[in-house]
T-cell receptor, first 112, second 117 residues
Framework: EDQVTQSPEALRLQEGESSSLNCSYT??????LFWYRQDPGKGPEFLFT???AGEEKEKERLKATLTKKESFLHITAPKPEDSATYLC?????????????FGTGTLLAVQP | GAVVSQHPSWVICKSGTSVKIECRSL??????MFWYRQFPKQSLMLMAT?????????EQGVEKDKFLINHASLTLSTLTVTSAHPEDSSFYIC?????????????FGPGTRLLVL
């Protein structure tokens, strides 16, 4: 069964204090791994898609990496506006709809 | 980036009434749309997958007669919560799949908060 586990559940950082969020996954054939950001009371905002081990993508202070078992979302010198819940999801090749399997998210709080 | 809208953004209704939520992909066509439900401090729970022109596929435990889904066009899907009860109060989020060549990306709407009194 496809599964996604995110850690830590919550993370509190000081502004400028870099860190990483982890997404471990098991899937029967990875079609794609997705990172989203969700602010309170809003829908998830798409950040990145990664397709194969070794792939990396960057956007401003965020960098996502992928191995065969996990993905990391690195946050460099975070600012308070980076505070949000970060969701990881995988899409496998099994099933008719290829639906996304979500983790429970990491709640990030960046203090000024 | 691709934009998905939802309407209304919030709704309060009396128990027993029906509520319709619209989901539109504004700048792309979506053959597949998804409806999710999210409880406070929990992750997204997929309710159903809707394909344009065909019946929706519901996840296990989701009542298809209670949550009616219509995907009438490539840019519009609707979710109707029939005979709503307080336990149906939740945050409902739609998502539309955009395909660009071999790349598929799901974009989410801003969500609809439903409160049933």
């Amino acid at each position: 069964e496809d599964q996604v586990t995110q850690s830590p559940e919550a993370l509190r950082l000081q502004e400028g204090e870099s860190s990483s969020l982890n997404c471990s996954y098991t899937v029967s054939g990875l079609r794609g791994l997705f990172w989203y950001r969700q602010d309170p009371g809003k829908g998830p905002e798409f950040l990145f898609t990664l397709y194969s081990a070794g792939e990396e993508k960057e956007k401003e202070r965020l960098k996502a990496t992928l191995t065969k078992k996990e993905s990391f979302l690195h946050i460099t010198a975070p600012k308070p506006e980076d505070s949000a819940t970060y969701l990881c999801a995988v899409q496998g090749y099994g099933g008719a709809t290829n639906k996304l399997i979500f983790g429970t998210g990491t709640l990030l709080a960046v203090q000024p | 980036g691709a934009v998905v809208s939802q309407h209304p953004s919030w709704v309060i209704c009396k128990s027993g009434t029906s509520v319709k939520i619209e989901c539109r992909s504004l700048d792309f066509q979506a053959t597949t749309m998804f409806w999710y439900r999210q409880f406070p401090k929990q992750s997204l729970m997929l309710m159903a997958t809707s394909n344009e022109g065909s019946k929706a596929t519901y996840e296990q435990g989701v009542e298809k007669d209670k949550f009616l889904i219509n995907h009438a066009s490539l840019t519009l899907s609707t979710l109707t919560v029939t005979s709503a009860h307080p336990e149906d109060s939740s945050f409902y989020i739609c998502s539309a799949r955009a395909q660009q060549g071999a790349v598929e990306t799901q974009y989410f709407g801003p969500g609809t908060r439903l409160l049933v009194l």
